[in-house]
């Protein structure tokens, strides 16, 4: 059982166009983060959302997590090449021990120039 | 410098042997992990440990042991390798549990 399911799983679009990636589940979560990973790297933090309802921006990206703290989205405005690459979102389910952290399954962006 | 450091970066090696892959962090982080990620990306929890102590042991064979001489390293050894552990497996850290972790640049083990 996928506790965060991503969707798309592919995304493959022209520099300049927009794009949102969602990260749902029937859980709730006391955070979410969103991370990038390029190939042949490990996964870098881009942001954690906490407080339902809130958005954070992060140049021509945007992050929103649900009212109920069950989902959250990843806008992308005129991506750019650079952008590509895998995103993934992840969070520790309420309730767990320690906090472990749950992954989806990601999402692989590719932006051509 | 180098936040989370793993070596090696590629490992190809034979079944049955035994290897282990090596990590550090120098960001004086509490907690310390080890993922794997299948070919199909997904990224899963082996173990974590928080001040040299071991507080998540998800399903993983019994080959696999995890052992954190100090805070600051956490090595994974690997004994009678199969092929179905060919995979790409990340060390990270984070300054306590649950919150944002920092990831190395990950160990790609191929098993021939």
């Known amino acids: 059982t996928q506790l965060l399911e991503q969707s798309p799983q592919f995304l493959s679009i022209q520099e300049g166009e927009n794009l949102t990636v969602y990260c749902n589940s029937s859980?709730?979560?006391?955070?979410l983060q969103w991370y990038r990973q390029e190939p042949g790297e490990g996964p870098v933090l881009l942001v954690t959302?906490?407080?339902?309802?809130e958005v954070k921006k992060l140049k021509r990206l945007t992050f929103q997590f649900g009212d109920a703290r069950k989902d959250s989205s990843l806008h992308i405005t005129a991506a750019q090449p650079g952008d590509t690459g895998l995103y993934l979102c992840?969070?520790?389910?309420?309730?767990?021990?320690?906090?472990?952290?749950?992954f989806g399954q990601g999402t692989i962006l590719t932006v051509h120039p | 410098d180098t936040a989370v450091s793993q070596t090696p970066k590629y490992l190809v090696t034979q079944m049955g042997n035994d290897k282990s892959i090596k990590c550090e962090q120098n960001?004086?982080?509490?907690?310390m992990y080890w993922y794997k990620q299948d070919s199909k990306k997904f990224l899963k929890i082996m173990f974590s440990?928080?001040?040299?102590?071991?507080?998540i042991n998800e399903t993983v064979p019994n080959r696999f042991s995890p052992k954190s001489p100090d805070k600051a390293h956490l090595n994974l050894h690997i004994n009678s390798l199969e092929l179905g552990d060919s995979a790409v497996y990340f060390c990270?850290?984070?300054?306590?549990?649950?919150?944002?972790?920092?990831f190395g640049p990950g160990t790609r083990l191929t098993v021939t």
């Open positions: 990270a850290s984070s300054k306590r549990t649950g919150i944002e972790q920092y």
């Open positions: 859980s709730v979560f006391s955070s």
């Open positions: 959302v906490v407080t339902g309802g």
């Open positions: 992840a969070g520790p389910l309420t309730g767990t021990s320690y906090g472990k952290l749950t």
């Open positions: 960001l004086g982080h509490d907690t």
């Open positions: 440990y928080n001040n040299k102590e071991l507080i």
